[in-house]
């Protein structure tokens, strides 16, 4: 597959962080001639926070998850197991089988209680997995297992994504260095409506569970909750943010210890990496769309709005065409169900008005606006003029290339 012309150049040097070993392997679930299994082993005493997917008709490695999560265990350890190629969803009685098997055939290898494993699947829904394929490369898997292999595993739990995704950063707590790494998965079915596909994020720090999940969940919002690539929400989407206490950092307690300032921001921003990541690996997409929303009733409402335009494939198509067809920005913002007043709405593309005081700027630029349109970044904002909420989300264009790799995704 064509990698996305939105690719980074490189994949990041990703920092080792303490307490934490994972690696790879080829268990053959559905691919050949590559690794699709990834495993992490995360040092007793560490904790955990996650969020997962609101799909109704979530894939069972969520409801095992999740359990795992409310458990706040981790006394002996956590592990993580991720396959590619089979979502394991929609399977039955058989696949909530299947993940007991392989949280159980983890736990034995790891030492760690079934019940602190966390077991992720992605790929084809409604298929059977072959949960034997997958247990029988998972003790070759826990030998090789190393601080170093993030990359490996950012490899492994690949679909359709035409490049993995990774980031890592440097910060301090109280004065001790603190080290964030991560990767993830995503090019299709995304807009993640708690999470992102699947995205797992390390940590040296020292943060007790009840803050780390106060943190996680906020910075989410600001993340992965801020991208949508084409509406769709995973059966199977799941965030983990583990931290081994291995920096030797005073304990924080609470998400709001001024102490965590500094890892406050450096964790948005890795995570902003990774969801922003995922959207320039979006299926078929040419261009990287940002919409900022303000001037809304609240930022509720500006989130809205902002997710109705970047939904829209009137407005998605539009972009991929390098056609400023703003009327379809104006239908999108008006369709959302929030406040609107034509009379003070504003758009901009690239920093041109377009828009003001209920019609077109009748001498705008459109050479400008069609230069930026050539380009692969685009920026839409709209004011609304009616308050202070605001929001910022991500998106991609909607091309032909996105038919061509759902219409034979099976095949």
């Given at each position: 597959m064509k990698t996305s012309p939105l690719a980074p150049p490189d994949f990041p040097a990703l920092e080792p962080v303490k307490g934490v070993r994972i690696g790879a392997a080829a268990a053959g679930i559905r691919y050949q001639g590559r690794d699709d299994l990834a495993m992490a082993a995360v040092a007793p005493g560490s904790t955990v926070a996650g969020v997962f997917t609101t799909s109704r008709t979530c894939a069972p490695s969520i409801l095992w998850s999740r359990a795992a999560a409310n458990r706040a265990g981790g006394?002996?350890?956590?592990?993580?197991?991720?396959?590619?190629?089979?979502?394991?969803?929609?399977?039955?009685?058989?696949?909530?089988?299947?993940?007991?098997?392989?949280?159980?055939?983890?736990?034995?290898?790891?030492?760690?209680?079934?019940?602190?494993?966390?077991?992720?699947?992605?790929?084809?829904?409604?298929?059977?997995?072959?949960?034997?394929?997958?247990?029988?490369?998972?003790?070759?898997?826990?030998?090789?297992?190393?601080?170093?292999?993030?990359?490996?595993?950012?490899?492994?739990?690949?679909?359709?994504?035409?490049?993995?995704?990774?980031?890592?950063?440097?910060?301090?707590?109280?004065?001790?260095?603190?080290?964030?790494?991560?990767?993830?998965?995503?090019?299709?079915?995304?807009?993640?409506?708690?999470?992102?596909?699947?995205?797992?994020?390390?940590?040296?720090?020292?943060?007790?569970q009840g803050a780390l999940q106060d943190i996680l969940l906020e910075v989410n919002e600001k993340s992965f909750n801020a991208i949508t690539v084409d509406s769709d929400t995973s059966t199977s989407d799941m965030l983990l943010l583990f931290a081994t206490g291995k920096a030797g950092n005073p304990l924080v307690e609470r998400a709001g210890d001024p102490a965590l300032g500094a890892f406050r921001e450096a964790l948005t921003g890795l995570m902003v990496d990774l969801a922003t990541q995922i959207v320039k690996d979006g299926e078929g997409a040419t261009k990287f769309i940002t919409i900022d929303v303000g001037g809304a009733e609240s930022d509720q409402a500006a989130r809205r709005i902002a997710k109705a335009i970047a939904n829209s494939p009137l407005v998605k198509t539009a972009i991929a065409g390098e056609d400023a067809n703003w009327g379809r920005i104006v239908a999108a913002a008006g369709k959302a169900g929030e406040a609107v007043d034509p009379d003070r709405l504003v758009i901009r593309f690239g920093g041109t008005v377009v828009t003001e005081k209920g019609a077109r700027v009748p001498d705008y630029d459109e050479g400008k606006l069609d230069a930026h349109l050539k380009g692969q970044y685009i920026d839409i904002a709209v004011d609304l003029g009616i308050g202070d909420g605001q929001a910022r989300v991500w998106t991609c264009d909607l091309t032909h290339g996105y038919i061509d790799i759902n219409a034979d995704y099976r095949s």
């Open positions: 006394g002996n350890g956590f592990g993580l197991v991720v396959n590619a190629g089979n979502a394991n969803a929609f399977t039955g009685a058989a696949g909530m089988a299947a993940v007991n098997e392989t949280a159980s055939a983890a736990a034995a290898l790891l030492g760690c209680d079934a019940g602190d494993v966390f077991v992720a699947s992605t790929g084809v829904i409604g298929e059977p997995l072959d949960v034997g394929k997958l247990t029988a490369a998972l003790p070759g898997l826990y030998e090789r297992l190393s601080e170093s292999g993030l990359a490996a595993a950012a490899q492994a739990i690949r679909t359709t994504d035409t490049f993995p995704k990774g980031a890592s950063v440097k910060t301090e707590i109280a004065g001790k260095a603190v080290t964030i790494s991560g990767i993830a998965k995503g090019s299709g079915m995304i807009e993640p409506n708690m999470a992102t596909m699947l995205a797992y994020v390390f940590t040296d720090a020292a943060i007790a």
